[in-house]
């Protein structure tokens, strides 16, 4: 008898994907209902020019899905707090430096905020990721990563691979806008057609108004 296929078993690269799929997408739409709460207004808060998509919640729901994921069961709630506020912080700071020292642009500055670390997180904020990380690997976690395995391999296979191509091809074009993004604001001429087709589609009207909540770089600390 041929036992049949089990789509994204066990610990691997596609669970993986899928739940900084999850992050991205939950993310996104976290960070507008917020807004709205607080301001009374509607704002994009993507980090993807195409789709509802904001990679610094996904990477932060990867990595402690990669960090937190093998012994899961087995780690107490403690530590697992402890582990992911560590994490959660560490991912928002790298994300924040590697935005403003590549790209030129800021996407938050949390400069006077209560326990900021440099301005690219807070003690509390690490705390709030520390407790969604608790959420995620102690309840989350082990419900989606057995509903997964549950899809048919013949379904879940083409759809993953479809979603992976979009997803990487999303990124490597947002983010190439962004660089082009920042040499022109050194007023850069473009030395390719690569940059030109940047310039052409994704100028800085564009950026602006699909990142509502973007900034150049501030002198700031």
Known sequence: MIQERIFAKGYCFA???????????????????????????TTSRQGLIYGPFSPIYGVGVAVFVIFLGKHNDKRSITKTLLYASLIGGATEFATSWIAEVFFGVEFWNYTGYFL?????????FMLGWGIGGTILMKLIYPFVSKWVEKIPYALAR???YAVLIFILLDIIVTYTAFARMALRGQSKPPYSFIGE??????????MYQKFPVMRPQSNTE
């Open 116 to 124: 900021n670390i440099s301005g690219r997180t807070t003690l509390p």
């Open 15 to 41: 669970k993986i994907f899928i739940f900084f799929l999850i992050g991205c997408i939950v993310g996104t739409y976290y960070e507008e209902l917020l807004f709205f709460i607080k301001f009374g207004q």
């Open 197 to 206: 087709f940047m310039d052409d589609w994704y100028d800085d009207t564009f």
């Open 158 to 160: 083409p759809i993953y």
